[in-house]
């Protein structure tokens, strides 16, 4: 069932990486010419296409769930399908703040504040992941495994707004 979910959620990822990588030597061409207002513009812009293309993705999760689970489901297995088709449907309601999250990160990396990038990195990639699975795992089983990605990206969402604000002060 991971596998299932980990394979749709590499190519989701795709987009929003690649717009955000394509975003960042904008956003570092405005900074390094000290257009500060230039530089918000386009993490506005960012934030509102990540939201953009994780409603798109969520909404292509939510109504082709089965299909999607089936393209990894080479047993066709009606369990696995199941589990799957539920288990995505959850997961990637994470998405929803994961882009809002990467965008961010980018932007930081790209305005000279590295520790904050690092710091949401490593919180989405490993430190939040890895503590709401162990403890959501425990209360709910499965499903816990399932809201452990969007829990992380929620406290994780929590963490880019201290840096983003705290950002907006001191430039």
């Known amino acids: 069932i991971m596998s ?3 394979s749709v959620a590499q190519i989701a990822n795709l987009p929003i990486q690649g717009f955000c990588q394509g975003a960042q030597p904008l956003i570092s061409d405005c900074y390094g ?10 993490l506005r812009l960012g934030l ?9 993705l969520y909404g292509a999760v939510f109504f082709f769930a089965e299909p999607m689970a089936a393209l990894f489901n080479s047993e066709g297995s009606a369990q696995l399908a199941e589990y799957a088709a539920r288990g995505l449907r959850i997961y990637f309601v994470g998405y929803l703040l994961a882009g ?8 930081l990396s790209a305005i000279d ?6 710091v949401l990195s490593i919180c ?4 939040a992941i890895v503590g ?18 969007g829990a992380a990206e929620l406290l994780t969402a ?14």
């Open 4 to 6: 299932i979910l980990f």
């Open 33 to 42: 010419r000290r257009d500060i207002a230039g530089a918000r513009h386009l």
């Open 48 to 56: 509102a296409t990540a939201l953009v293309l994780a409603g798109l």
């Open 100 to 107: 809002v999250n990467i965008t961010a990160a980018g932007y």
């Open 113 to 118: 504040r590295p520790a904050g990038a690092f």
């Open 124 to 127: 989405r990639g490993a430190v």
């Open 132 to 149: 709401c699975a162990v403890l959501l795992s425990a209360l709910f089983e499965m499903d816990g495994i399932w809201c452990s990605f």
């Open 158 to 171: 929590l963490l880019t707004l201290y840096f983003l604000r705290r950002e907006r002060k001191t430039a």
